[in-house]
């Protein structure tokens, strides 16, 4: 068998904070900016039970993630956590809903609502040319950041996470100061249907920390950062959501379900128009972080895919100089950007979410296999308590909301999905007597 060309070790250099605050940025993008009004359109004053439902979920994902990642200490993230417990076939499946669902297709989206954003302040900006001369630019100074070492990549990972949330928590220690009681008052308690709904909406809103663990590859100690980084970005995540939402009901009472930018009209009351134009600009801060995030995370899973013989081996090379998966990264950041050129939002959302949820799913019933198994490949694992509950009690409100789902669209991710397998099972089948 042919060896991997230029395949060395990449560099394990990050820290607790570098990947908790790698999936604040990630997972906080342009969405936060107009979901309060959404979700307080379904559930009112009542709206931070879909909160806590979303929370909820997520802290039991994390738990999964975070005890599949320090049992599973290899580049590639979720993909590595399904090829592991489950073989190839099943790691390709998941691996190309990473790279895809919850990678190429959320960037294209963000950068399509970060371009939208940049028009209606500077109209020039509205002309084609304009718009793919924008998409072209960033993702090729990204892809360059990244290239040029992992190092810089979380830096300006975390400058970016800085930056955008800094306004946002300005916004609700504010925004505290301005609240009217009456506009948090409820009246009786919503149907669980309603939370429900809510919380299928705001799912999209907290889809991040699985790019954040692509470089499990490049984690000092998984077995005790992954766990202490997931907590770290995960409790950040939920405290600003909920923080904001409360102040944006509090603030704007029953205005807050039909306002269009609900956080700038929010600003608008606490701070006065310059908090408005702050909330705009943060806008673009935000979907610029997620994106340089993103750039910096899953080119690894393309890297991983090569270094497995799934992807073409060309994508497995390492910069001799700065040791980044250099091809892998250019070759997401084109793919990236095409599908920001062609795809439209509400299509690259829908995908996303379902393709992502469907990922979590393998993931949660990956955990059961490999604590059966007892893999554990940089020390004692981090193993979370209470047996089967935590990752059971995930797969069922995973299977729940996917029920939610319109039939078109969980027909299309079925049949997706399947196609996926067919491919890699083909692709397994001829590897093997080749």
């Known amino acids: ?73 290899r580049a590639g993230g979720l993909y590595a956590y399904a090829s592991v417990p489950f073989g190839p076939i099943v790691g390709g499946i998941a691996g190309t809903l990473l790279w895809t669902a919850s990678g190429s297709v959320a960037d294209a989206a963000i ?22 001369a924008i998409i072209v630019a960033l993702f090729t100074t990204v892809a ?19 930056i955008k949330i800094a306004p946002l928590a300005l916004l609700v220690i504010g925004g505290l100061f301005a609240l009217h009681p009456a506009n948090l008052a409820w009246v009786g308690a919503p149907p669980l249907k309603s939370i429900g709904q809510a919380a299928v909406v705001l ?7 699985e790019a954040a663990l692509n470089m499990s590859g490049e984690v000092i100690r998984p ?8 907590l770290l970005g995960l409790t950040t995540i939920g405290a600003l959501y909920m923080g904001l939402q409360l102040v944006a009901q509090g603030t704007l009472g029953a205005a807050l379900a039909a306002s269009q930018a ?12 310059w908090g408005g134009r702050l909330m705009v600009l943060a806008v673009a801060i935000s979907a610029s972080g997620c994106l340089a995030a993103d750039m910096l995370s899953t080119p690894r899973v393309l890297h991983a895919f090569a270094v497995q013989r799934q992807l073409p081996m060309a994508l497995a090379r ?9 091809v892998a990264i ?40 490999l604590r059966a198994r007892n893999v554990a490949i940089d020390g004692a694992p981090f193993t979370i308590p209470f047996g089967p509950l935590v990752p059971v009690a995930a797969c069922v409100i995973i299977v729940w909301m996917l029920s939610t789902l319109a039939f078109r669209e969980i027909w299309f991710t079925l049949a997706a999905v399947s196609a996926v397998g067919i491919v890699y099972a083909f692709w397994e089948y001829w590897r093997t007597r080749t």
């Open 223 to 230: 077995s005790r950062t992954v766990p202490r980084g997931i």
């Open 1 to 73: 068998m042919d060896a991997v060309p230029d395949s060395a070790p990449l560099k394990r250099v990050i820290g607790v904070a570098s990947l908790g605050l790698n999936t604040v940025n990630l997972t906080i993008a342009a969405g936060i900016f107009g979901l309060p009004a959404i979700i307080a359109g379904l559930l009112g004053a009542q709206a931070i039970l879909a909160y806590l439902v979303c929370a909820a979920l997520f802290g039991l994902v994390g738990l999964c993630l975070a005890e599949a990642g320090s049992r599973v200490g």
């Open 318 to 326: 390492v910069h001799p100089r700065f040791g980044t998966p250099w």
């Open 144 to 162: 360059l950041i990244n290239v040029r070492g992992v190092t810089h990549g979380v830096r300006l990972s975390i400058a970016l996470t800085i």
């Open 203 to 209: 799912f999209y809103a907290f889809i991040g920390v």
């Open 111 to 132: 950068v399509n609502l970060l371009v939208d954003t940049l028009a209606a302040v500077i109209p020039p900006l509205h002309a084609q040319w304009a718009r793919v």
């Open 262 to 273: 609900p956080l700038v009209d929010t600003a608008n009351v606490v701070f006065g128009h």
């Open 330 to 369: 250019a070759t997401y950041a084109t793919v990236c950007a095409v599908f920001a050129l062609t795809g439209t939002f509400k299509w690259l959302a829908i995908m996303s979410s379902s393709g992502t949820l469907l990922l979590y799913l393998i993931c949660c019933l990956g955990v059961l296999r």
